[in-house]
């Protein structure tokens, strides 16, 4: 249900993305600056040039998204309900459709600009430091919760995970990001289910083994 508010959250920033002004042009601030250098020093381009535009890239893209954040509260989108449940939006669900409404030429800025000088596995480097690792961390838990895993679904579980880390990375708040990964999860949990997998018996059969591991230790 949690997802679902989300989800309906997300349709509605398309229908209010008109009564937004377009984001201004952002200069970088020295906080993401520094963010962007260490971030881009982990990947060991040796070359000076194009550490530097790699740098301006991601470090006016922090600071875009940090103002367009800053300057469109929850408050600016109108409370209302969810027609899926008839509850009201919550204040995240508020600020994820200020924060999607943001003019989508600022992601495709630092897509373009990445790609421009990086290969596509350092494009993921750049993108899991946004997210803090979040695809990795991710894909172990489905790997401890689903039994023999097979290749094709974790190649597809992966595919959706990396959709998600795009996706959330012009978001502001780490509560953001995650309400974003949980959408892409629900979509790797409804494909485990189309596909002979029973998503809910599995998540119950792991709980139950990580509590009786616990209570084992504990009568050690």
Known sequence: MKTKKIKIALLIAFMTAGSFVKAQSVEATADDIKKAEEWVSELNLNNAEKQDRV???????????????NTHPFSTVPAGINPLDGKPLSDLHRQIIADSAMPSTIH??????LRKDLTEEQVAAVLDKY???KVAFTMKGYEAIVPNLTAA??????KLLEKAREQAV????????????????TEAEKYLNNHGRNWRQMYSDY???IKAEKAAKKKE
Not at 153 to 158: D, G, L, N, P, V
Request: glycine residues 4%; without cysteine; charged residues 35%.
């Open 131 to 133: 997210t803090i690792g």
């Open 170 to 185: 012009d978001y502001k708040s780490m509560k953001e990001i995650s309400a974003i990964f949980e959408i892409y999860k």
């Open 55 to 69: 740098v301006k890239v991601v470090a006016t893209h922090l600071s875009t998204i940090k103002d367009w954040h």
């Open 153 to 158: 679904e974790s190649a597809e579980i992966r």
């Open 108 to 113: 495709e800025d630092l897509m373009t600009g």
């Open 207 to 209: 709980t139950k083994k």
